[in-house]
């Protein structure tokens, strides 16, 4: 079964090749000759991965998935969320990211927060599934480690005594939010395999 990841994010694309397996074609976004921006406007982290996995799909009439994810912080009543890459601005800065989060958090005490990612599968038109993977954790209060990439030098999984960017790749991937999303994602399609 060819399957297109509606993603132009290498580490992405590798990470879910290998959950994914043998049984499923993964393509690029090169691969099946999409090579424009995809639209992220519904103002929704489910809402921009369905919009992006629909676009590709109407366009080019193979299976697909994209995921969406963004980081919601309680006491900033959800922000960065669906603005994460570019919470600081359009110029999608990590660093820039951080340390706005790290000044607008300064005199709050409540640091619990959460990654959310949500993976749309469209695989027809009226045949729309979506997977949503969450891992919690707090804000620190500084960065630590160099590992990983956005926000996880500040972000501290909940039980853990160490920020996401002080794990190896592997480490992140075994708890991370994406990897939980993914995981429905490939049972839905192991499971939908297996019935055909």
């Known amino acids: 079964m060819e399957i297109c990841f509606a993603t132009n994010n290498k580490n992405k694309l590798h990470e879910v090749k290998a959950l994914l397996g043998n049984e499923f074609h993964i393509l690029s976004l ?33 299976t697909c998935f994209a995921d969406d994810s963004g980081l919601q912080v309680n006491a900033l009543q ?10 600081a601005g359009p110029q999608k800065n990590d660093q820039d990211n951080v340390a706005l989060l790290l000044r607008n958090m300064q005199h709050v005490a409540d640091r619990s927060a959460n990654f959310i990612t949500i993976i749309t599968l469209v695989k027809g038109t009226n045949d729309v599934s979506q997977f949503e993977g969450i891992l919690n954790g707090e804000i620190t209060r500084q960065t630590c480690g160099t590992n990983g990439f956005g926000y996880d030098p500040v972000f501290r999984p909940a039980g853990l005594s160490i920020n996401l960017a002080e794990m190896s790749r592997e480490e992140k991937n075994k708890i991370s939010h994406r990897a939980k999303a993914v995981e429905k994602l490939v049972r839905f399609l192991i499971g939908h395999q297996t019935n055909q």
């Open 78 to 87: 959800g922000a960065p969320g669906v603005d994460s890459a570019f919470y």
């Open 30 to 62: 090169a691969e099946i000759g999409c090579h424009e921006e995809l639209p992220e406007t519904t103002g929704t982290i489910a809402g921009n991965s369905r919009q992006k996995a629909e676009y590709v799909f109407s366009r080019y009439g193979i």
